[in-house]
């Protein structure tokens, strides 16, 4: 048998030992398997739908599919709102920061993992000497060897025995890391959708505080103009100009500070969306966005599935849970195997010649005696940090049910307040005719229409803000249960 059949045999038994290594060593992994932590929840919201209401009705809103599973789209229905949301899913600088941490999370994977694979170089090295005449080596045909060129060829190998599955323990956590950035994406998605939703309704509640005022102002100029007309004849006074005149300006004066606002909210928009400070385009006005009577939530339960943020900090449970086995890894020997092997010669042509050829391969084994309690330290503080990640997943179960909570008290609270607020308007615009009509007549002074026109103006002005808060609440709760995300 040639050397080179040998040097292949020895070769192909390292290769067939490091198999037979490698698969005793996949089943050997120290440190707790992840489990999820029993997380306690209501069977139902507080703020939902109460018992005794629920039991009258064929389905109750606990009972049926989560507004939170509908898609952004259906949700909301004005056709400007929706292309803002869209213009800012694929505009959001927020958003695009995230993905990249995606990106970056997934490239520290392919890292990690790659400590669980052998290492394998290649190389290769040639030569060449021209020697003088009298210092050349003489051939057995008697001629002179003044150019000599050799070479040769080299291959090596190294692994880390993953005996106690150090390695695949960092490349879970790693894993759960890159778990942990996708649901902090998709947290980053639903916030952006809420965000230009609230902002989107503000603005329109601004919009319709504006048309109101710039109505109650033309209002206001008839009466003054009305005011005049009575004094000239001697049927009113210079007070009842004066008084006619004050309302005239008190409206005239929030002008301003709306058109701020405005341009404000329009600025925080354009920021959402990814670009200058720009117009924003309007769609329904703030009285004909939509608000269900009841909205269903589903279960409580249902939360630890669907609230990014949940299952965010559950990922970073997980990543926290492998490095506990990553801890406990150090305690025991590190194995590590290291081969060599090539050819070389001071001629080319006998490079590949058996003769010519090499290898090495050896192995050792480390295991740690003394480190000033170093391991035992880093073990105790990553069992301390897995036992925080725990209670910080509970916390954010219980922060999700009170947000579902308070969304749900909110929606039904502001959805009441914009119904008496209606009514509100509708007797105090009934109100101020019947003041003018008195005072036309000269059956009363201007002190009763100065009142009931002040009146009228504020609850106009309650009102688009009482719609805005509704309409917002409703953006708040179906975010509270995890929607916007898919």
Wanted: net charge positive; with cysteine; glycine share 8%.
């Amino acid at each position: 048998m040639s050397n080179s059949a040998k040097s292949l045999l020895r070769g192909a038994g390292i290769a067939v030992l490091g198999g037979m290594l490698a698969l005793l060593v996949a089943g050997c992994k120290v440190g707790p398997n992840y489990k999820r932590p029993d997380a306690i929840a209501p069977q139902s919201y507080r703020g939902a739908l109460a018992p005794e209401i629920a039991t009258q009705s064929a389905v109750s809103p606990a009972s049926q599919a989560s507004i939170a599973e509908q898609d952004w789209q259906s949700i909301f229905i004005d056709p400007a709102l929706q292309a803002l949301i869209a213009e800012g899913l694929k505009n959001n600088l927020d958003l695009k920061i995230a993905a990249q941490r995606v990106l970056e999370a997934q490239s520290v994977v392919g890292i990690v993992r790659s400590q669980q694979l052998p290492s394998v170089n290649a190389g290769g090295s040639f030569s060449a000497l021209q020697l003088p005449q009298g210092l050349a080596p003489q051939n057995s045909d008697g001629t002179k060897n003044d150019f000599i060129r050799g070479g040769g060829f080299s291959a090596s190998a190294a692994w880390n025995l993953d005996f106690w599955g150090y390695y695949r323990r960092q490349t879970e956590a790693a894993r759960a890391e890159l778990l942990q950035t996708e649901w902090a994406q998709r947290a980053t998605r639903t916030a952006l959708i809420q965000q230009l939703a609230a902002s989107y309704f503000q603005l329109r509640s601004l919009d319709s505080q504006l048309e109101i005022t710039k109505k109650t102002i033309q209002a206001r100029e008839d009466s003054l103009r009305l005011t005049q007309s009575l004094e000239n004849y001697g049927a009113g006074s210079r007070a009842d100009t004066r008084q006619a005149e004050e309302l005239l300006y008190t409206a005239k004066a929030n002008l301003p500070e709306l058109r701020r606002q405005i341009a404000a909210q329009e600025n925080a928009i354009s920021v959402l969306l990814g670009h200058a400070p720009q117009d924003v385009p309007r769609g329904q006005k703030i009285d004909d966005q939509p608000h269900p009577a009841q909205i269903p939530t589903g279960l409580p339960s249902e939360l630890l599935e669907r609230r990014p943020d949940i299952r965010q900090a559950e990922a970073t449970l997980m990543a926290a849970n492998a490095r506990v086995g990553v801890a406990k890894a150090q305690f025991f020997p590190q194995i590590s195997l290291t081969s060599m092997g090539g050819s070389a010669s001071n001629q080319l042509q006998k490079i590949f010649d058996g003769g010519n050829a090499y290898w090495y391969a050896a192995g050792s084994l480390s295991q740690p005696i003394f480190a000033g309690g170093r391991i035992r330290s880093n073990y105790k503080y990553s069992q301390a940090q897995q036992q925080e990640m725990v209670v910080q997943y509970q916390k954010a179960i219980l922060n999700a049910l009170k947000d579902v909570s308070n969304s749900l008290t909110a929606y039904k609270e502001t959805q009441s307040r914009r119904e008496e607020q209606t009514r509100a308007v509708a007797s105090a615009a009934d109100a101020v005719r019947l003041a003018r009509l008195r005072y036309a007549g000269g059956n009363t002074s201007y002190i009763e229409v100065l009142a009931t026109d002040t009146d009228l103006y504020d609850a106009q002005l309650q009102l688009a803000q009482a719609q805005s808060q509704e309409a917002n609440s409703l953006v708040q709760l179906y975010a509270a249960l995890g929607g916007g995300w898919k």
